[in-house]
């Protein structure tokens, strides 16, 4: 475990220069060591979103979301793809069931208005 969390911070790293194609690369190597990681997921979900990858973005969103149905930001993920892709009502429905699990998360909050 100590890896992937490792992994995963560096994926954070490259998330945060904008490196997007290196963080998918680090957190499929964190999800190889952990594949029960929905933090990996729901990061690695966000960097495919930003290389404008819908359907790995909403994949890896899903698969966050049936790990931890707790883990409000896979919601948040799987909305924003939905929303992107015009799928309205699904993508409120989507940060709704988000809210359910913490409902002071402002970009839930922000998907919802």
């Given amino acids: 475990m100590r890896m992937a969390d490792e992994l995963r911070q560096k994926g954070n790293g ?3 220069g904008k490196k997007f194609r290196d963080a998918v690369r680090e957190y499929t190597y ?4 952990n ?3 929905s933090k990996a ?3 690695r979900s966000l960097a495919f ?6 359907i790995e ?3 890896d969103a899903e698969k966050c979301v049936e790990i931890d149905p707790k883990f409000s930001r896979g919601y948040l993920r799987k909305g924003s793809v939905l929303l ?5 009502a699904k993508a409120l429905e989507t940060f709704q069931e988000g809210l359910e699990c913490d409902l002071t998360d402002q970009y839930l909050n922000r998907g919802v208005r």
């Fill in 57 to 59: 973005a909403l994949d």
């Fill in 35 to 37: 594949p029960m990681d």
């Fill in 84 to 88: 992107r892709n015009k799928e309205f």
């Fill in 41 to 43: 997921y729901s990061s």
């Fill in 14 to 16: 490259c998330m945060q």
């Fill in 30 to 33: 964190a999800l190889e060591w």
């Fill in 49 to 54: 979103y930003m290389l404008g990858m819908d």
